[in-house]
């Protein structure tokens, strides 16, 4: 049995992967009234017109889970921490999959040192890639990147939630694989504000280059393998982020471009970019672009003046 914590969109669409594999999946939800929703209609309102196939089972006792060795956990970034911290006592033991995207805003780590951090005895993973949830739940061809400092339970683990659909390549680099899944989120709230403000195709191409050396930049100095960043969880993960209308980080910033107001729904590159310009700071790290995405999304800076920020930097060689 295969447990999931988190019943949105994502968390769901693996639920529906996993299970049409004649796995046996629990996918708990805080709601008990959205449970039993799911259970009654067999369909996810986070995810319209998408089927739950019978072998996926909605709870709402985290005893439900009791059963599972392997966790999937598709809370929110910085829901994480919280989460784990009051209901640490039903995963002792189990491996923890993450697969949220971010830095903590508080501690100013990725997901793996808040599992280690909070439960101790719970092996931690990282789940992260290029991937919308519809595409999975469709079935469509999806590659990830699995991380695990344990290369036997890396190993265990890409067997276990592997389909014909949903390809998992494995590392040992868990921080390669955060960063670069956190860090291209902000990349996409930038490329969404030059779409946003019509500064054209060839600024989001500039963005995305100069993104990616920032990335690389701050992964090396926090021990990541460049080969990561120039993986699924780095550079494929920022391509399709950066080039896509689905992606929320991407609208987010195509709203700020515009001048309007960015969507209700809390995006991960927000609080990500605050978390990692704070993290540059530290480090003694340039990271501009960054930089301008963090104080774009609290306000510190319009649009026109992040724009002549960058634009006015001194020339040097890439």
Known sequence: MIGIVGAGAFGTALGVALASESRDVVLWARDATQVADMASIRENKALPGVRLPPALHPAAALEDLSAAQVVLLTLPMQALHGFLDM????FSHKILVACCKGIDLSALTGPSH???????????????????AADIARGLPTALTLA??????????????STPALRLYRTTDVTGAELGGALKNVIAIACGVAIGAG?????????????FAEMQRLALARGAQAETLMGLSGFGDLVLTCTS????????GLALGKGEAPPAATVEGVATAQAVARLAGQLGLEMPVTAQVAALVTGRQTVKNALESLLTRPLKEE
């Open 245 to 252: 209308a689905q992606s929320r980080n991407f609208r987010h």
């Open 199 to 211: 500064l054209g195709e060839s600024a989001r191409a500039a963005l995305m280059a100069r993104g």
């Open 148 to 161: 695990c400092d344990d290369p036997q339970i890396g190993e265990m683990l890409q067997r276990a939630l």
């Open 87 to 90: 209901y640490q006592s039903h």
């Open 114 to 132: 808040v599992i280690a951090r909070t439960c101790p005895s719970a092996t931690p993973a990282v789940l992260t890639g290029p991937s919308f």
